[in-house]
């Protein structure tokens, strides 16, 4: 069975109209106002509406025409990527930059198949030990050198 | 002589110590992005904007422009010289100019690419010198209703160049714009889509967003599929292009120049699209036509000139309009919006120190990559045997520290983690984040000229039609829209494309 010619033009149609949707539903608490004093509410519903024709549009074009099958989505490395960021954000004060970048190039690599840990741990050092004279000391950004948990 | 006086202006702006410095590094951070695999123009714009805080608004627009165009000059030399295109620009520089690198003639092709592209440069920032002022004075008439219709030509007119379903980038258009409406609305105070989140009241960054889409998702996508580091089979002897060399680049680089310097004003892949229609003029122009694709020198003067040339006019709009052509430009623009200067036809007049500083600078940055590049060649290459592994952690942690100093908050952070994956998952759909970004600029800017249209003409939305000159781009508009669906001329655009 294979009602829907294209996959992506489907589930493209159900995001736009999803979020369509959503932009309505969430837009619908303020004012529309009159056309001559528009209120906050009407360029968001307007837009919304369009977008949820533009979606309905892309879904039933989904079902004329053959494409491809979706590229497989991947959880493992991708998901190491972004988790490499986001320990970064959570360590940043409680660390410093140097010890949060030390993490997140760490998690980061391990999301290559060529991760060796000696050379993932230099990298680290080096990239944190280089941001922390660049942007700390030679740009003066605002950024935490040493955290509070290292005293800094 | 207006000109004159201007120029001399610009180069009295651009020629400080501390200009040229940063122009210096603008187009060497540049060239090294358009040498590096996995890494593009529109990210490290992103990545570096946080570090220009600090420096005075020239100088900060001298070094952003400057990684905008030295990553054209690095793209080309790493498509010659080891057919790996850094740019989508270079694509097409990379059939014959590999080609010829294989046959030994690296070096000419290098010089051939190089001097085009100075030479499009130097034309291009005359065109720019010559038709931005009086564009800019033409519209310090315009009001909100012809803002409004000159977006929505600027929306269709990037959505219509753009490679792949036109349906689904004018979606991304809206899902732009309603992005760009989260925070605080400026004429009512009411905060749309905030959800209770203080971080969100200033709305969502432009800079966090193209740090994510361009930046992080990259990295998502080449993951997966490793990226294999090219290995360097051809050696660099002589620059020194033959005089037979000279005689057959001549017409190519002005044809490739005119056909750039024009195609670049438009929106959406100006530079790119020029690079295409340039390899395909050659081509048919050409006597030798059994030659391309096989190492025809033409095929690297044309494109080289075009896409450089484009890239340059691509500022005319974001310079005298105030309105983005391409994600790149956004970005510049919201450089511009944290350094206080709203842009728009005003700047012209009111800076136009600034203005015309940019401009000269860009001729400078060109010269400074002819200088510059031919020579570190060597250094260009070794740079780009950088293995994959050790360089995209490298780039994560960039975004992540220039995510946090854009305004020294976490959030801002896990913002670009919550975009790269938004990003990963466009891709996988075949959704092009392009046109998103540009609405997510330009979405804020068409809600205010809509609502001060409709209260010029007391709600009547037959204002956009009635005004003649609103009705003209209007109707331009309509016009790309129609031509870009017809059957016969989107085959003509992929067609364009695929050569």
């Not at chain 2, 030399?77 to 080609?99: C, F, Q």
């Not at chain 2, 890239?311 to 944290?338: E, R, Y």
């Amino acid at each position: 069975m294979r009602a829907i010619g294209d996959p992506k033009d489907f589930w493209s149609g159900v995001f736009f109209i999803a979020f369509g949707a959503a932009a309505i539903f969430f837009a619908w608490q303020h004012p529309l106002g009159t056309p001559m004093r528009m209120g906050p509410g009407a360029f968001p519903v307007l837009i919304g509406g369009l977008l949820i024709l533009i979606g309905i549009a892309t879904l039933v074009r989904a079902f004329f025409r053959s494409g491809e099958p979706i590229e497989r989505i991947t959880f493992v490395r991708p998901g190491l990527i972004l988790l490499s960021v986001i320990v970064f954000a959570l360590l940043l004060a409680p660390l410093g930059v140097i010890g949060a970048t030390v993490a997140l190039v760490l998690i980061g690599s391990a999301a290559s198949q060529k991760f060796r840990l000696p050379s993932a741990l230099a990298l680290g050092l080096g990239l944190g030990l280089g941001s922390a004279a660049v942007f700390g000391w030679a740009l003066g950004l605002p950024i935490p050198i040493l955290g509070t948990w290292l005293g800094g | 002589m207006d000109l004159l006086a201007n120029l001399a202006l610009g180069f009295e702006a651009a020629f400080t110590p501390l200009n040229l410095t940063y122009c210096l590094i603008g187009v060497l951070a540049g060239t090294l992005v358009g040498v590096l695999p996995g890494l593009g123009p529109t990210a490290t714009i992103a990545m570096l904007l946080p570090a220009s805080f600090a420096l005075p608004p020239v100088t900060a627009l001298i070094m952003l422009a400057g990684i905008y165009y030295g990553a054209q000059y690095g793209g080309s030399t790493t498509a010659i010289l080891v057919n790996l295109p850094g740019e989508a620009t270079s694509i097409v520089t990379a059939i014959d100019g590999y080609k010829m690198a294989q046959k030994g003639r690296a070096g000419p092709a290098l010089a051939t690419a190089a001097l085009g592209s100075f030479f499009a440069g130097c034309v291009s920032t005359l065109v720019i010198a010559i038709f931005a002022p009086p564009l800019a004075a033409a519209a310090l008439a315009f009001e909100s209703p012809e803002y409004f219709s000159l977006m929505i030509l600027g929306l269709i007119a990037s959505v219509a160049l753009a490679r792949g379903s036109i349906l689904k980038a004018i979606g991304m258009i809206m899902v732009g714009m309603l992005l760009g409406l989260v925070g605080t609305d400026v004429s009512s105070g009411a905060r749309r889509y905030t959800f209770g989140i203080g971080e969100l009241m200033d709305g969502v960054g432009f800079v966090q967003v193209a740090m994510g889409v361009f930046g992080v998702t990259e990295i998502l996508r080449n993951i997966e599929h490793e990226i294999k580091n090219p290995r360097l089979i051809v050696k660099v002897t002589s620059l020194m292009p033959t005089r037979e060399d000279f005689r057959r680049m001549v017409a190519p680089i002005f044809r490739g120049t005119i056909l750039g310097s024009a195609l670049g004003v438009l929106p959406g892949g100006g530079p790119l699209l020029a690079s295409f229609g340039s390899y395909s003029m050659e081509k048919r122009l050409s006597k030798h036509p059994e030659e391309f694709g096989e190492g025809a020198i033409e095929g690297v003067a044309g494109p080289e000139s075009a896409n450089n040339a484009g890239a340059q006019t691509a500022f005319i709009p974001m310079l005298t309009l105030g309105i983005p052509s391409t994600p790149t430009m956004a970005l510049m623009i919201g450089a511009m919006i944290l350094q206080g200067i709203q842009p728009g036809p005003s700047v012209v007049t009111e800076q136009p120190a600034l203005f015309w500083g940019i401009i000269v600078s860009m001729w400078l940055g060109n010269l400074m990559l002819v200088v510059l590049n031919l020579p570190l060649v060597g250094l260009w290459v070794r740079l780009c045997m950088i293995p994959y592994h050790l360089l995209y952690p490298a780039i994560l942690v960039f975004c992540a520290i220039g995510a946090f100093s854009l305004s020294n908050s976490i959030f801002d952070v896990q913002l670009i983690v919550v975009f790269g994956l938004v990003g990963y998952l466009l891709a996988k759909l075949e959704l092009d984040p392009a046109p998103m970004m540009l609405a997510l600029i330009l979405g804020p800017m068409m809600e205010q000229n809509l609502r001060r249209s409709m209260t010029i003409a007391r709600g009547d939305v037959f204002v956009f039609v009635e005004r003649p000159i609103s009705l003209i781009i209007l109707l331009i508009s309509a016009a790309v829209l129609v031509l870009a669906v017809l059957p016969m001329i989107r085959k003509k655009r992929d067609e364009a494309f695929v050569e």
